[in-house]
């Protein structure tokens, strides 16, 4: 039945924090791209992911700067490090972009060394 479908949705909708509306829109964007979910990659897994660009940082190593990207897919944040680069035109907190790589897990959290990248078109508000 669609009438209890939509009851359930419209409230899901209402009972939302706005940070659970948010992840669950980055969620279905993701989705949409053909990405896997970040929280469900293993260890080694060549993998796609896509997902909203949270924090973007410089981080000076001892003689190579790294350019890290946190990208959350709304299950998970993944770290995206670009070795050597210190800036990447388009990518900035809430850009939207879709990344290919080798996951390894540092410090526990899923990270790309120098991914393949596709900035996503920005959705009409």
């Not at 948010?22 to 949409?32: F, Q």
């Not at 053909?34 to 003689?63: C, F, M, N, W, Y």
């Amino acid at each position: 039945m669609s009438g209890g479908g939509l009851l359930r949705r419209l409230s899901e909708r209402f009972t939302q924090t706005a940070d659970e509306a948010e992840a669950a829109d980055v969620r279905r964007r993701s989705h949409s791209t053909g990405a896997h979910e970040i929280a469900a990659l293993a260890d080694r897994q060549v993998a796609t992911v896509a997902g909203k660009v949270r924090s973007v940082t410089l981080r000076p190593q001892s003689t190579v700067p790294a350019l890290v990207v946190d990208l959350d897919d709304g299950s998970q944040v993944l770290v995206l490090v670009w070795l050597g680069r210190r800036k990447i035109r388009g990518i900035e907190p809430g850009t939207f972009l879709r990344a290919t790589g080798r996951v390894c897990y540092r410090e526990e959290r899923p990270t790309i060394f120098n991914p393949a990248y596709e900035l996503l078109p920005r959705r009409a508000e």
